[in-house]
């Protein structure tokens, strides 16, 4: 079965780094475009980097570009997200999902599995 776990989140001062990983298995990790996603408390989902299949193609909202990096390790089936200059704003539950084919990588509601979600809390 498709599992995507997470882990690497913590708590970090503002202007801070941390890198968050996705172990995938259960399918063809090559295969997919993978996403994250974050969700502060009482705040909705909120999309926040893709990157393509083959890894050579990452997108980004407003938000973080220029501050995160997305990446993808296809031999070993796993995702990452490098989060520099962190700030408070940035606190939530960080997700990684996988984008379902023929989805729009920028849409939640196009993304058929979900981790469990690693915590990064940014102190100020």
């Known amino acids: 079965q498709v599992q995507l776990v997470e882990s690497g989140g913590g708590l970090v001062q503002s202007g801070g780094s941390l890198r968050v990983s996705c172990a995938a298995s259960?399918?063809?990790?090559?295969?997919?475009?993978m996403s994250w996603v974050r969700q502060a408390p009482g705040k909705g989902r909120e999309w926040v980097s893709s990157?393509?299949?083959?890894?050579?193609?990452?997108f980004a909202a407003d938000s973080v570009k220029g501050r995160f990096t997305i990446s993808r390790d296809n031999a070993k089936n796993t995702l990452y997200l490098q989060m520099d200059s962190l700030k408070p704003e940035d606190t939530a539950q960080y997700y990684c999902?996988?984008?379902?084919?023929?989805?729009?990588?920028?849409?939640?509601?196009?993304?058929?599995?979900w981790g469990q979600g690693t915590q990064v809390t940014v102190s100020s």
């Open positions: 259960g399918f063809t990790f090559s295969n997919y475009y």
């Open positions: 999902a996988r984008v379902r084919r023929g989805g729009a990588y920028s849409n939640p509601l196009h993304y058929d599995y």
């Open positions: 990157v393509n299949a083959g890894g050579g193609s990452t």
